[in-house]
């Protein structure tokens, strides 16, 4: 082992190649310091017209080992020369006679270049220090791969080949012949009397299978079609999945097309976990079963590894899940049931798995036949239900009485679910009276608001008010919401079901408006003496000022064409900012642009004729202001 202190790490120098550019952006020179160490300098050029080196690494090298000095940071370090630098071949190399010498006794003789044949030493170095690190995670892994059987089945290989392709078949067909070959049920097939034609979809006359029909007559050579199969095992009451690539190439021979399989991955459901293995490089050791995050897959790039979501193919299928579950820790689980109804991929399986740990309620709604609301709770992460409890009917936030209800539908849905969740009233209403108002308000987020407008009439008066002339129920809702603004009284019949409701609806938005703008105007009055006396502001020839009245707001919006005035009065009168005029001297009571400042002096906007920007003369006269605020 190298002893740091032991070792010369004065900074060498290197004479330049005669003046001359050399185009070897590196260049490395030996130096023989006992009879079994070789250090290696290596320099970078740094010259424009003529080679100029400069030394940056020095790498001290014996048969078994290696060590780095970096001069720039002036530290030491375990890394390669390759993980250092990039070495190109046209490296300039300086007394490599003396390299040559051990890399001969070395036996690393392969190249003419020395620093290569030291390189492949470095790489054989790091093959044993990597094998030596991950001995430990090898062994757990081939101990967990002696889980899993070896090889497949004559039923699983037919399972492979044929049954996970049944969404994607072809018929070749001859025309003049009128007949073609089926590739699901593997016959010759008469099409006499048929109308097809390439690449039409249709079904086989035989099999009745769906196909699309290929000419038999044209080349097939990259006529390939990949799928995903997901065979379950059972090992010491652990359910095992083990995902299988398979491609078809009909290129050659379509009646017999070349297929090749691969195991790409394999997963082990635990009680607490779920861990999944895939087949490949482990740590530049070789080919080997690692460990992988779920659905993720292994590539390479350009030279550079990545862990990357790997995805399903279109065509899927599973086999043995429901025999692979029988005793164990899943055994009662439905994810049988919710693969028959919702396998959108072939890992459908794994990800309820992931779930059926997180979240219990999802197996007792599923024994409830609630399978779309499931579907969707699910696709919610249940962010909404109050997972804390123990009882179904509090989970769902629902009383006894409305779950009860749910329950007694046949897969109910989930927007029925909403509607009797919105429902925080001590009222019960009927199924048909649930849907009624689903229907209505489409979903609404405003079913609360029905819900307690029941409290003041009865479900059959509200429903018949509405049904009659077909009213509105949103508009009905709004007025209703008027109403108790204003004050009026709901409890009078004549108020709470006008006769013409969009003009009563209009007469009280109208009121409401009034009511709301003059306390608005009132509140801005109120500010504008403060207003005027903070920000009124002269520059050159331009002036910023308050308005004297709340109204001119109004009448400036309407001049200029813009909302910043009119749309910003509401803020204005909760003090959450300040609207301000910027005019000519000459002309101060002709509108020209209109400026909105923030509660911390920051300026948020200035808009002039129909919300154009600011020119060059309002941008200084605002860079001014800016500065006397600050």
Not at 19 to 38: F, M, P, R, S, W
Request: hydrophobic residues 35%; proline residues 2%.
């Amino acid at each position: 082992m190298f002893i740091k202190k032991e070792l010369p790490i004065d900074e060498p120098q290197l004479v330049e190649a005669n003046g001359k550019d050399t185009d070897a952006y590196h260049a490395v020179n030996y130096q023989k310091l006992d009879n079994e160490t070789l250090i290696i300098d290596i320099y970078k050029d740094v010259g424009n017209k003529v080679s100029r080196f400069i030394p940056v690494y020095r790498i001290y090298q014996r048969e078994n080992e290696y060590l780095s000095y970096i001069f720039e940071e002036k530290k030491w370090s375990s890394s390669s020369i390759q993980r250092l630098l990039y070495i190109s071949y046209n490296t300039e190399e300086f007394n490599s006679n003396i390299a040559k010498e051990f890399t001969e006794k070395w036996n690393y003789t392969g190249c003419d270049k020395q620093l290569f044949n030291i390189l492949h030493l470095q790489d054989k170095l790091l093959e044993i220090r990597r094998t030596k690190k991950y001995a430990n995670e090898r062994k757990r892994i081939d101990m967990a791969m002696l889980q899993f059987k070896k090889g497949i089945t004559k039923r699983q290989e037919k399972f492979l080949k044929k049954d996970i392709f049944r969404t994607e078949n072809f018929i070749f067909y001859d025309k003049k012949q009128g007949k073609g070959f089926c590739t699901h049920c593997e016959k010759d097939v008469l099409l006499k009397g048929m109308t097809y034609r390439h690449n039409q979809k249709g079904k086989c006359p035989v099999c009745h299978n769906a196909i699309t029909y290929k000419a038999s007559g044209i080349s097939h050579k990259y006529l390939t079609t990949s799928g995903t199969g997901v065979i379950f095992e059972k090992r010491d009451k652990k359910l095992l999945a083990r995902y299988f690539d398979v491609q078809k190439n009909y290129g050659k021979n379509f009646k017999e097309p070349d297929i090749t399989i691969y195991e790409v991955v394999r997963s082990v459901f635990d009680k607490n976990e779920i861990r999944n293995y895939e087949r490949r490089q482990f740590h530049n050791l070789g080919i080997n079963w690692c460990k992988c995050n779920p659905h993720i897959s292994y590539t390479s790039y350009a030279g550079y590894n990545y862990d990357v979501r790997y995805l399903a193919n279109v065509n899927y299928g599973f086999y043995g899940l429901k025999n692979a579950i029988k005793d164990t820790y899943c055994q009662y689980s439905e994810v049988a049931t919710w693969l028959k109804k919702y396998n959108s991929n072939a890992w459908s399986a794994e990800t309820y798995m992931i779930d059926y740990y997180k979240f219990p309620v999802m197996e007792s709604l599923l024994k409830l036949g609630m399978y779309d609301l499931t579907k969707r709770l699910r696709a919610l992460r249940f962010r909404d239900c109050n997972l804390e409890e123990k009882e179904l009917h509090k989970i769902l936030c629902l009383t006894k009485e409305q779950f009860k209800l749910l329950n007694s539908i046949n897969n109910p849905q989930s927007d029925l679910y909403e509607c009797m969740r919105a429902n925080k009233t001590n009222l019960n209403f009927s199924i048909e009276q649930y849907e009624y108002v689903n229907k209505i308000l489409k979903s609404s987020y405003r079913l609360n608001e029905m819900f307690e407008l029941f409290e003041m009439s009865s479900f059959h008066k509200i429903s018949r008010y509405l049904e009659k002339k077909e009213r509105n129920p949103i508009i009905y809702l709004d007025y209703i919401k008027f109403c108790k603004k204003l004050g009026w009284n709901l409890k009078n019949s004549f108020v709470l079901f006008p006769k013409k409701l969009e003009e009563a609806h209009d007469e009280a938005s109208a009121l409401l408006e009034e009511s709301i703008k003059k306390a608005e105007i009132d509140a801005i009055n109120k500010r504008l003496p403060e207003i005027a006396k903070k920000y009124n502001f002269t520059y050159k020839d331009l002036i910023i000022i308050a308005p004297q009245n709340a109204k001119e707001y109004i009448s400036e919006s309407q001049a200029l064409r813009n909302c910043i005035s009119r749309n910003y009065m509401d803020t204005m009168a909760q003090g959450k900012c300040s609207i301000v005029f910027i005019r000519r001297a000459s002309e101060p009571n002709k509108p020209y642009f209109a400026m909105e400042i923030g509660n911390d002096n920051r300026i948020i906007q200035v808009r002039g004729m129909k919300n154009c920007g600011a020119n060059k003369e309002v941008k200084e006269c605002v860079e001014a202001f800016m500065k006397k605020i600050a």
